[in-house]
């Protein structure tokens, strides 16, 4: 019964915990649960605000054919409303890893952070740091899991930066710490001074064991900076052009570190490191045409989402729109998200639909919402 039920998609397996007892406690087992998580389809977690509403949904999609139709194959739509007490709240997904979300309020005046399973309902939120987030300090975040030890961590990194009294440029890091919650351990530990300066849009980018953040030296020109979850330790790691200045984001596209470089006012260039840590093997994989109304210089970051078995990827651009590149044809369609006009915005990142219970954490106040 337990292999039948572990090639259910999630919404027929929700349906069956409330079949009867049994099936529920099926289910809940955490053999079900492993076996549910290696064979779960990977979709994503799309959050769009509105004027007057927000919403996240899950979607899930076959990898075939020659078009995925996002906007309406969405297994689940939930809100976060009642995560926060607080009535200017702004939720956002900073990461994503095996059906956890980590979550922030991005609000300056209560910033939170909490992890979250949508499938299970279940949330904790972490404890409260002491520093308090406010121009021109920068905030950054990441989310993974140690290849060895199975924790979950998330790395907190928090600068206060020193800006040039007439230009307003950035001068110097005054102060700079790093932080780590595993958890089901209740509290944070600092590891001390966080190496290099780092960019408040640029979240860790999960991938090997490891979180990467793209930084930046003082002359404004990209590194990148690499986290390893088990030792706890900083260490730089070889980008695609060094000294070069560009309007990048990392991110994970057929199995290799990925970066995207929005620099160029008429192309998008998706680098890929074909043998991680090898410096030597980043290649230009796509140099991608533009859509003319995205054309022009931007500061908005193009973050890759999925490559799909015909050629086409999947991109985000910024919080604005979606859109799909199609390799056999070299064109690129934006993809129709269903959402109202006006002054909206939509944020997605990779999602593996999965079972697992907050409630295994034991020090963690787990709440259902």
Not at 142 to 162: C, D, P, T
């Amino acid at each position: 019964m337990l292999e039948i039920l572990s090639w259910l998609p999630p919404k027929s397996i929700i349906s069956c915990k409330c079949v009867c007892k049994k099936w529920l406690n099926l289910i809940t087992d955490p053999y079900f649960v492993r076996l549910h998580c290696i064979r779960s389809k990977p979709g994503l977690v799309i959050h769009q605000s509105e004027m007057f509403k927000k919403y996240f949904k899950i979607v899930e999609f076959e990898d075939v054919g020659d078009h995925h139709n996002l906007a309406y194959d969405t297994m689940m739509k939930f809100r976060l409303n009642s995560l926060s007490p607080f009535p200017d709240a702004n939720i956002i997904v900073d990461g994503s890893i095996n059906g956890f979300l980590f979550l922030r309020d991005i609000c300056y005046k209560h910033e939170t952070l909490y992890v979250c399973n949508p499938l299970t309902r279940e949330y904790i939120q972490l404890p409260k740091t002491k520093e308090i987030v406010q121009y021109p300090c920068v905030v950054t975040h990441g989310f993974g899991a140690s290849l060895k030890s199975g924790e979950y961590k998330v790395v907190r990194i928090f600068q206060e930066r020193e800006l040039h009294p007439v230009t307003r440029t950035f001068v110097r890091v005054s102060y700079s710490v790093s932080q780590v919650y595993t958890l089901g351990t209740g509290e944070w530990r600092s590891l001390g001074e966080a190496p290099f300066a780092y960019d408040g849009r640029s979240m860790g980018s999960f991938f090997k064991g490891n979180l990467h953040w793209l930084i930046q030296d003082l002359e404004g020109s990209e590194l990148i900076s690499c986290f390893d979850l088990e030792n706890e330790t900083f260490q730089p790691f070889p980008p695609p052009f060094p000294g070069r200045k560009l309007q990048g984001s990392l991110g994970v596209l057929k199995g290799c570190l990925c970066l995207c470089d929005n620099s160029s006012n008429f192309d998008i260039e998706i680098w890929l490191m074909k043998e991680y840590g090898v410096g030597k093997s980043w290649t230009k994989e796509f140099v991608i045409e533009k859509m003319p109304k995205l054309k022009g210089f931007s500061f908005q970051i193009v973050r890759a989402l999925r490559a799909f078995r015909d050629g086409s990827i999947l991109f985000i651009w910024g919080d604005y729109c979606m859109f799909y590149y199609c390799g056999k044809k070299r064109v690129t369609e934006e993809v129709d998200m269903n959402q109202a006009r006006g002054p909206n915005c939509i944020e997605a990142m990779d999602y593996v639909p999965s079972f697992v219970n907050l409630r295994s954490f034991v020090m963690e106040k787990v709440i259902m919402f």
